[in-house]
């Protein structure tokens, strides 16, 4: 679970220092989409493996489905061409066709 960081101000006669957390530093132990250092991966890519690690078993049709309110323009197939061509290093597909999904490694 991440903490919430919260600014530090010192006060002198002279003058005051602002100690403010950086929030663009992830967690690496809660969210594993922030060890990926794969130029290669564009925001759509990170968003699948995010939804892979947050609802692991997911097939691609579900993925696009519930990744339709943040893309619009998403596509069951540019999911399954993400899956299949850039983020085979990170997840795999576990089970039958039909009814298996997909996990983080």
Known sequence: MKTQQKSRFSVSDNFFIIKLPNLNYGDPINDPTNLIKDDALNDIDLSILRM???????????????LLLQYSNITIDMV????????TKYVTFKGALKTGGYFVI
């Open 80 to 87: 399954k061409n993400s899956l299949k061509r850039k983020l």
């Open 52 to 66: 892979i690690q947050l609802n692991p078993g997911l097939n691609a049709k579900q993925i696009a489905e519930k």
